[in-house]
């Protein structure tokens, strides 16, 4: 679902998705970015910098095509327990190519079911370099379904059929 950036720039999108595992296997595949360059499309780079109680700082370089550098992200996660068993992993940016990039993942079992997980992702993101905004939606709307495809092999889901 597309939402409104904020200013009105860049890209925002929620998305919903159900995974065919549990949230204890589900969880840690979001929460713990320094693996997210194992298996996050686009991902090269991946480091937990700091952790702190409920707070931890991550490190994050996304590929570009050729000839865009890199896109670099530090951003400040804060991890919270849900009623029901499920977790959130909130995210702003600290540093980086962004103007701006804040989001959030939500694991929960999926209605009361255990052995799956309604995975909800938020994100609202306006990179620094100068990208037309329709080009980021388009780039935005391949890159999710692929993203919910490998968080889920990585929890141990089968792969979906495409």
Same mark, same amino acid.
């Given at each position: 679902?597309?939402? @409104?950036?904020?200013?009105?720039? /860049?890209?925002?999108?929620? *998305? #919903?998705?159900?995974?065919?595992?549990?949230?204890?296997? +589900?969880?840690?595949?979001?929460?713990?970015?320094?693996?997210?360059? @194992?298996?996050?499309?686009?991902? /090269?780079?991946?480091?937990? *910098? #700091?952790?702190?109680?409920?707070?931890?700082?991550?490190? +994050?370089?996304?590929?570009?095509?050729?000839?865009?550098?890199?896109?670099?992200?530090?951003?400040?996660?804060?991890?919270?327990?849900?009623?029901?068993?499920?977790?959130?992993?909130?995210?702003?940016?600290?540093?980086?190519?962004?103007?701006?990039?804040?989001?959030?993942?939500?694991?929960?079992?999926?209605?009361?079911?255990?052995?799956?997980?309604?995975?909800?992702?938020?994100?609202?993101?306006?990179?620094?370099?100068?990208?037309?905004?329709?080009?980021?939606?388009?780039?935005?709307?391949?890159?999710?379904?692929?993203?919910?495809?490998?968080?889920?092999?990585?929890?141990?889901?089968?792969?979906?059929?495409?």
């Amino acid at each position: 679902e597309r939402r @409104e950036p904020t200013g009105g720039k /860049g890209v925002a999108a929620q *998305l #919903k998705a159900v995974i065919e595992a549990p949230v204890s296997k +589900v969880w840690p595949t979001v929460r713990d970015c320094q693996h997210f360059k @194992e298996f996050m499309p686009r991902t /090269g780079k991946s480091e937990l *910098l #700091k952790k702190e109680g409920n707070t931890m700082l991550c490190y +994050v370089e996304i590929k570009m095509p050729w000839p865009l550098d890199a896109m670099k992200l530090e951003s400040l996660s804060t991890i919270e327990e849900l009623e029901g068993g499920g977790f959130k992993r909130s995210w702003k940016l600290s540093k980086g190519s962004f103007d701006h990039n804040n989001g959030s993942y939500q694991i929960e079992p999926f209605q009361g079911d255990e052995s799956r997980s309604l995975v909800t992702y938020l994100v609202d993101a306006k990179p620094s370099i100068a990208v037309p905004d329709a080009i980021l939606r388009k780039a935005q709307g391949k890159t999710l379904p692929d993203m919910i495809d490998a968080i889920g092999v990585r929890a141990g889901a089968p792969a979906r059929k495409k």
